[in-house]
């Protein structure tokens, strides 16, 4: 394994790079919360998770004692964060309290869902007097859109992460689920990056065994899949990204699994799923982010990822060769493959990257086939189908490494959902010739 110090300073810089003085980040950074957010305004709205419940406690009246000593003024009662996922619901709740409140800044302090539905509330708040319909604000740059055509701009957002995980808090994503249809959509806007954002490592040391492995390994989907559709142009950015924040992750999962309280290890998975929120910022995500916008039922949204990408893996095999033996050299730095990728190439250094995938998926409890998923049935992989097919969803088949069409997805999709059904690798089609490869 690789001297991690060296690795640690290179994903600092990195996110300095990124974010430069709208990101502050570490360990012990949390008392500054007051005085970097009345730089966005000194009336604050404050949405957060965990109102009411005792292991928020000390986070809400840390929140309150800090921005007062800083001199801002609390525009209203803290509004409760979002339920899982992120439910419009919720979108339209937090939006309310946004008229009533009247601040000058919005605060988010919570997880990714929360972080989204604060986005996406700050948006129906700008807008939604004359766009009260929310389907509208999901696909590419929509939101913008209707800020210039009525010459308006958001209410300035402060987010503040709690959770490893999908760095909601760096990026242009706000992914929205329709609690009754069982699915998920998505805004991709520059509109609703936050302006600025604070994340102390050390508050994830109280998320649950679940939260933390489920993060973890949405952060390594962000960088995979980024590092996997990227165009040549953007690679050179790009690769440092994905790859470190890949690195710094696969090395420390199995040790903040074995020892939760472990600061540095903590340290280090922050560090890598910030770097996916960078990478997704450079570049998007693709297949197993779509297919796991339509399993939200049975599956958390970084255990979709994390089962879906070792197949997606073997059907771009073929295309993104280079970059992925990158990727297996990580692995087998951390002891998850032992094959010459040197020997390797296309169809077969796929499948033996996707294998060793799948062993650190089972090191921390991960399911590796649909099959052996609670509640998955047939109705998902429909599921999955009809939503790739959805023109909101398009930007998703675009930014794979062969972009799909809504006509590859009945054939290709869903040879890659059948394998992840079975774990046969060899079901799925090649998209390159659309042709069943021999896996030998």
């Not at 800044?105 to 989204?116: L, P, Q």
């Not at 699994?257 to 998007?284: C, F, K, N, Q, S």
């Not at 893996?313 to 692995?331: C, N, P, Q």
């Amino acid at each position: 394994m690789k001297d991690m110090e060296p690795l640690q300073q290179r994903a600092k810089q990195l996110l300095r790079e990124f974010k430069g003085e709208n990101y502050l980040f570490g360990v012990n950074v949390f008392d500054r919360l007051g005085t970097e957010v009345i730089k966005l305004g000194r009336k604050a709205s404050v949405v957060i998770d965990g109102m009411g419940q005792d292991w928020a406690a000390s986070l809400v009246s840390e929140t309150e004692k800090n921005l007062k000593v800083a001199g801002l003024t609390i525009a209203g009662s803290f509004i409760p964060g979002a339920q899982p996922n992120a439910p419009r619901e919720d979108v339209f709740r937090i939006s309310q309290a946004l008229r009533e409140q009247k601040p000058e800044v919005v605060m988010s302090i919570g997880g990714g869902s929360t972080t989204d539905a604060v986005k996406a509330a700050i948006a129906l708040h700008g807008l939604g007097d004359k766009y009260p319909d929310i389907d509208i604000y999901f696909g590419v740059g929509e939101v913008s859109a209707m800020l210039s055509k009525e010459n308006r701009k958001l209410l300035p957002h402060f987010a503040v992460m709690t959770g490893a995980s999908s760095a909601a808090h760096l990026t242009k994503y706000s992914n929205i689920t329709d609690v009754r249809t069982r699915q998920k959509m998505l805004i991709v806007d520059n509109a609703v990056v936050p302006q600025k954002a604070l994340f102390d490592y050390i508050l994830t040391v109280t998320q649950p065994h679940s939260l933390t492995v489920d993060g973890a390994l949405d952060g390594i989907a962000h960088g995979l899949e980024v590092l996997m559709g990227i165009p040549e142009t953007l690679l050179e950015k790009a690769m440092p990204v994905c790859l470190t924040g890949i690195e710094m992750i696969v090395n420390n999962i199995e040790k903040v699994v074995a020892h939760p309280g472990d600061i540095a290890a903590r340290e280090a998975i922050g560090l890598g799923t910030d770097l996916g929120g960078y990478a997704i910022m450079i570049g998007g995500t693709n297949g197993a982010h779509l297919n796991s916008f339509s399993m939200i039922d049975i599956l958390s949204h970084g255990r979709a990822c994390a089962l879906m990408n070792p197949y997606y893996v073997v059907l771009f095999a073929t295309s993104v060769g280079d970059r992925l033996r990158e990727v297996g050299k990580i692995y087998q730095r951390a002891g998850y493959l032992h094959e010459n990728l040197e020997q390797f190439n296309g169809r077969k250094l796929g499948e033996i990257i996707a294998n060793a995938m799948m062993r650190l998926s089972e090191k921390i409890g991960f399911p590796t086939t649909l099959k052996a998923v609670p509640g998955y049935t047939e109705t998902h992989k429909v599921r999955c189908l009809e939503a790739a097919k959805n023109p909101k969803m398009e930007s998703k088949l675009k930014n794979m490494p062969i972009p799909m069409t809504a006509a590859d997805v009945d054939e290709s999709m869903g040879s890659v959902l059948e394998a992840a059904e079975s774990g046969e690798l060899e079901r799925i089609i090649n998209l390159c010739n659309r042709s069943r490869i021999s896996s030998t």
